[in-house]
């Protein structure tokens, strides 16, 4: 008796599985890949949209300061702030000046200070000195000078060295319509041999110092002390 064949089914049936199973995967793979293709363009389109400004470098507060040009502090001068004085006023400037080798006497000094004027009303000078003493520095490179400057009109008022522009003192005296000094009678002493003084009148002139007469005198001064002589 022939044997009945029968199918194989389970062969189908693991088959269509298979084929059921793979069309799944393969699904879920196509879903992964969308799924990382969505991911990776958001990234890209978000890194591209910060690339400027995370590559741009940022001036912070000391960076800024570091490259900003800077300027050269102004020289050191007892002038940046003009000394405020009023008319008639007198006041004592000291300095240690370098006028070069060797160190000047005052009288010499003096001669090398230029006295610099500017008057509100653009006539005369401001101010005056009236006296000055010193001596060299210790190290004998300047001279250690003092000068007893007045005020006499409003207006700005300097002193100067010649030698190398060094600005030694600097003054705003009084305020514009302020009026001027009036007039002053200066009373010059001069030690005579006796331990008394000689008094300078200058009520009667003199083209200088030496040309004054003495008080209550017909004598003038040269007579007494005459000229280049040295006395203590």
């Known amino acids: 008796m022939a044997k009945k064949k029968t199918k194989a089914t389970p062969a189908t049936t693991a088959l269509t599985a298979g084929s059921s199973f793979g069309a799944k995967q393969a699904l879920a793979l196509g879903a992964i890949v969308l799924m990382l293709?969505?991911?990776?363009?958001?990234?890209?389109?978000?890194?591209?949209?910060?690339?400027?400004?995370?590559?741009?470098?940022v001036a912070t507060p000391a960076a800024t300061a570091a490259a900003a040009p800077t300027e050269a502090p102004p020289a050191p001068n007892v002038g940046a702030?003009?000394?405020?004085?009023?008319?008639?006023?007198?006041?004592?400037?000291?300095?240690?000046?370098?006028?070069?080798?060797?160190v000047p006497s005052i009288a010499a000094a003096l001669q090398q200070i230029e006295r610099g004027y500017a008057p509100d009303d653009g006539q005369g000078r401001t101010f005056a000195i009236l006296d000055a003493y010193g001596e060299p520095t210790t190290d004998g490179k300047k001279l250690h000078i003092s000068m007893h400057v007045s005020s006499e009109k409003t207006g700005m008022a300097f002193l100067r060295n010649k030698r190398n522009g060094q600005l030694i003192w600097q003054a705003r005296v009084g305020k514009p319509g302020d009026p001027p000094a009036g007039a002053k009678n200066l009373m010059i002493y001069m030690a005579n041999e006796q331990g008394g003084n000689h008094v300078l009148d200058g009520a009667r002139g003199g083209a200088s110092v030496l040309d004054t007469y003495l008080?209550?005198?017909?004598?003038?001064?040269?007579?007494?002390?005459?000229?280049r002589t040295e006395r203590e």
């Open 81 to 102: 702030t003009p000394y405020q004085m009023t008319v008639a006023q007198a006041v004592m400037v000291t300095e240690e000046i370098d006028f070069g080798q060797p």
């Open 37 to 57: 293709s969505a991911a990776a363009t958001i990234f890209f389109r978000s890194k591209a949209g910060t690339t400027t400004s995370v590559n741009q470098p």
């Open 215 to 227: 008080q209550n005198s017909q004598q003038k001064l040269r007579e007494v002390w005459p000229d």
